[in-house]
């Protein structure tokens, strides 16, 4: 059974810093792409940052120079630090991982994690 357990979510000011840990059990997480999303109130979900089995990482431009993704292998976690946090970044943030098999390829989500930046 595939599980992703995010964690670190929660309030912070304009300015302000969190991490988001993302502990995954149930999927060859070295050879995984993961991913975060996240997603506001009335909005689509949008991608936030990506990290591939090879350190390649991408973020959305909004992202970009504030937003960290990086992942520890030998503890199955992904993490996403976030500084210089700006209200329009409140949005509950989903943890995803991209599992390919030889039966295809696979999406799986965590519960996901509110994060509130207050002005």
């Known amino acids: 059974q595939v599980q992703l357990v995010e964690s670190g979510g929660g309030l912070v000011q304009t300015g302000g810093s969190l991490r988001l840990s993302c502990a995954a059990s149930?999927?060859?997480?070295?050879?995984?792409?993961m991913a975060w999303y996240r997603q506001a109130p009335g909005k689509q979900r949008e991608l936030v940052a990506r990290?591939?089995?090879?350190?390649?990482?991408n973020y959305a431009d909004s992202t970009k120079g504030r937003f960290t993704s990086s992942r520890d292998n030998a503890k199955n976690t992904v993490y996403l630090q976030m500084n210089s946090l700006e209200p329009e970044d409140t949005a509950v943030y989903y943890c995803?991982?991209?599992?390919?098999?030889?039966?295809?390829?696979?999406?799986?989500w965590g519960q996901g994690t509110q994060v509130t930046v207050s002005s």
């Open positions: 995803n991982a991209v599992v390919i098999t030889f039966a295809g390829e696979h999406d799986y």
């Open positions: 149930g999927i060859i997480f070295s050879s995984s792409t």
């Open positions: 990290i591939t089995s090879d350190g390649r990482r």
